[in-house]
């Protein structure tokens, strides 16, 4: 989408994660041709499976040489009112939106440590980046999403506490906390729960 085309627009190689293959093999042609021939590549896989983020985060730096930006941005809704979620529903919101930030930051910090020490050794200053996708939700509520809520209050814990251990290796941590923005995410017609 949008994030994907301003980084590629900006000089950078994206890999775009996703587990729609169609989706995510048109994403990537339509930067390759917009950018250049390796403007980006796909890597399909379900990220909330339990390796699925280090096998992305190891092949991503073993291709291109290292990782510089990470955008935390998976994620699907799986609404219900509080009464009638299943516990299977709100795991899956948890997993999807908090488990796999906090694996893929993971899988990112011995990159992101050795990277840092590499540069301290050259005397050279470069700044990375961890972008992580809340919402508006994840302050106010949502009401009939109690799990996407929940879980996407949790990314701002987790974004805080990693910029305070990351920082001092030049990592900005950072999140963006969106409203309703038009989306294939945001396409279901959301109904209120009562």
């Not at 900006?10 to 042609?29: L, M, R």
């Not at 994620?75 to 509080?82: F, R």
Request: aromatic share 6%.
């Amino acid at each position: 989408g949008a994030t994907s085309t301003m980084l590629a627009a900006n000089g950078a190689h994206v890999v775009i994660a996703d587990v729609d293959e169609a989706q995510t093999n048109e994403t990537v042609d339509a930067l390759n041709k917009a950018f250049g021939h390796d403007s980006a590549t796909a890597h399909v896989t379900d990220l909330a499976a339990p390796d699925a983020c280090e096998k992305l985060v190891n092949e991503t730096v073993n291709a291109h040489g290292g990782l510089d930006i990470l955008v935390n941005n998976a994620g699907y809704a799986w609404d219900g009112g509080v009464h009638s979620l299943s516990d299977e529903q709100f795991q899956a919101m948890l997993d999807i939106h908090l488990i796999v930030p906090f694996r893929l930051a993971r899988a990112c910090a011995p990159h992101f440590r050795d990277a840092a020490r590499a540069d301290q050794r050259s005397e050279r200053t470069r700044r990375r980046k961890t972008v992580m996708v809340s919402s508006m939700a994840g302050s106010w509520g949502l009401l009939g999403a109690s799990n996407y809520a929940a879980a996407k209050a949790g990314v701002l814990g987790l974004m805080r506490s990693l910029a305070q251990e990351w920082g001092a290796l030049g990592v900005n941590v950072n999140a963006v906390t969106f409203g309703i923005i038009q989306t294939r995410f945001g396409l279901p017609d959301r109904k209120s729960v009562v």
